[in-house]
C-alpha cells in the first residue's frame, strides 16, 4: 500500500509541471484547434513502472505505442502496446535451510484495449480511462533451486489477463500534434503464479506525443448571405434587372466551389403597403432568385424559396418616423428590403 501511494503522488507530482508547460505553449502559439477531431490517430510513448513489490524487480522506463480513434465527443477507442524490461533487485530472499529464492528478470510486454472518458475537446483535455486486455510476465531466473521452496523456474512465460484504470490529460499544440500524458493501475493476475504471487499490481506513468492521420475533415457550416433586394430587383418589381442577373449567376458560380446540403432563399419587404400585398411580393422575388439560380445549375431538389413579407423588419415604422416624403421613407426602409440566401452543411470542396 506504501509503494502504491508513494507511485500515485509521484505520478501527480511529474504530471503538474508537464501540464503547466505545454498549456503555456499551446496559449503562446497562433494556432486555432477545434474541439472535436474524428481522425485515427497514433500516439508514440515512454513510460515509467513502479513495480509491484511481489516481482522482485527494479522499477524501470519502457516505451509503447497505441493506435486509436475519437467516437464522439466524449469517447476515444484505441488499441495499447506497452513493452517493459524489468532488472531484478540486488536482494535475495532467504528460504529454507538458509537456501534463497532465485531473483530474476522480468520482460513485460501487455496489450489492451482501452476506452477514454474526455471531459471537453478545448485547450486542455482531461480524461478517465479504463481498458482490458493481456499481458506477458516473461520470467528468466538469475539462479534455479528446484528443491527450493519457491524457487523459481527459468524461462517461464504465460499470458495473463490484464485490468487497468486510470486519469490523463491532453494539450494540442497544433492540428497535427498534441502532448498526452496519463498514469494507471495495472492489474496482472499472473496465471504463472511467478514469484510466488498470485497477482501483481504495478503502477505506470506515459507520456507521448498524439498524432493525427490524414487531412482534417473541414466541419460544415451554415452562412447566410443577405442581398439587397434594391440591388436585385427594380422598387416594386419581382424581375430581377441586369445587376441582379449578375449578382445571382456569381453567387451560383460561388456555390460550384464548395460542398452544401440545401440553399434556403428568403424574401423580405418593407411595411410600404397592405400585409397582403408584401407577402405576395416577397414569395415573388424569392421564387425569381430561386429559379435563376436553378437556371445557373443549382439542383432544384437542393433549393428552396419563401417569403415573410414585412413581418421580419429590420428598420421600425417607427425608427423612420422622422421621413419628410415618399422618397425619404422608401430610402429610410431600404434595410428592410433584401433576400436572405442561406447555405446549409456547407464544406470546402
Not at 506477458?136 to 539462479?143: A, G, L, P, T, V
Not at 466551389?257 to 408584401?278: F, M, R
Request: charge should be negative; include cysteine.
Amino acid at each position: 500500500m506504501k509503494t502504491a501511494t508513494l507511485s500515485a503522488l509521484s505520478a501527480l507530482m511529474l504530471a503538474s509541471p508537464l501540464a503547466a508547460t505545454a498549456e503555456d505553449l499551446y496559449q503562446g502559439g497562433s494556432t486555432t484547434v477545434p474541439s472535436f477531431d474524428n481522425r485515427w490517430y497514433l500516439l508514440p510513448f515512454a513510460a515509467y513502472t513502479w513495480a509491484d513489490e511481489d516481482r522482485g524487480v527494479d522499477d524501470a522506463n519502457g516505451w509503447g505505442l497505441a493506435v486509436g480513434k475519437p467516437v464522439n465527443e466524449w469517447l476515444n477507442l484505441e488499441l495499447r502496446a506497452t513493452y517493459t524490461n524489468f532488472v531484478s533487485s540486488e536482494y535475495e530472499t532467504p528460504v529454507v535451510n538458509q537456501d534463497y529464492v532465485g531473483t530474476g528478470d522480468f520482460e513485460v510486454g501487455d496489450v489492451a484495449l482501452d476506452a477514454l472518458w474526455v471531459f471537453n475537446r478545448g485547450r486542455f483535455q482531461p480524461f478517465l480511462l479504463g481498458g482490458l486486455g493481456a499481458i506477458s510476465d516473461d520470467f528468466s531466473c538469475d539462479r534455479t533451486l528446484s528443491n527450493a521452496i519457491g524457487g523459481c523456474q527459468s524461462g517461464s512465460n504465460k499470458w495473463s489477463f490484464l485490468a487497468e484504470a486510470g486519469a490523463g490529460f491532453m494539450v494540442p499544440f497544433s492540428e497535427y500534434a498534441s502532448f498526452r500524458m496519463d498514469g494507471r493501475y495495472r492489474y496482472d493476475d499472473n496465471s504463472s503464479d511467478l514469484r510466488d504471487a498470485s497477482e501483481f499490481g504495478d503502477w505506470m506513468v506515459t507520456a507521448g506525443i498524439y498524432i493525427p492521420l490524414g487531412a482534417r475533415s473541414k466541419p460544415a457550416v451554415t452562412r447566410t448571405f443577405e442581398l439587397s433586394a434594391d440591388a436585385l430587383f427594380a422598387f416594386n418589381k419581382a424581375d430581377l434587372k441586369p445587376t441582379g442577373q449578375a449578382r445571382i449567376d456569381g453567387f451560383a458560380r460561388d456555390l460550384e466551389q464548395v460542398n452544401y446540403n440545401s440553399v434556403q432563399v428568403d424574401g423580405h419587404t418593407d411595411p410600404i403597403g397592405s400585409a397582403e400585398y408584401n407577402q405576395v411580393l416577397s414569395e415573388r422575388r424569392a421564387d425569381t432568385v430561386r429559379n435563376r439560380l436553378v437556371e445557373q445549375g443549382v439542383p432544384s431538389d437542393r433549393v428552396n424559396a419563401q417569403g415573410f413579407g414585412k413581418t421580419q423588419l429590420k428598420v421600425s415604422e417607427a425608427d423612420c418616423a422622422g421621413a419628410r416624403s415618399r422618397e425619404a421613407l422608401i430610402e429610410c426602409f431600404q434595410p428592410n428590403r433584401r433576400v436572405d440566401v442561406t447555405v446549409q452543411g456547407m464544406t470546402q470542396k
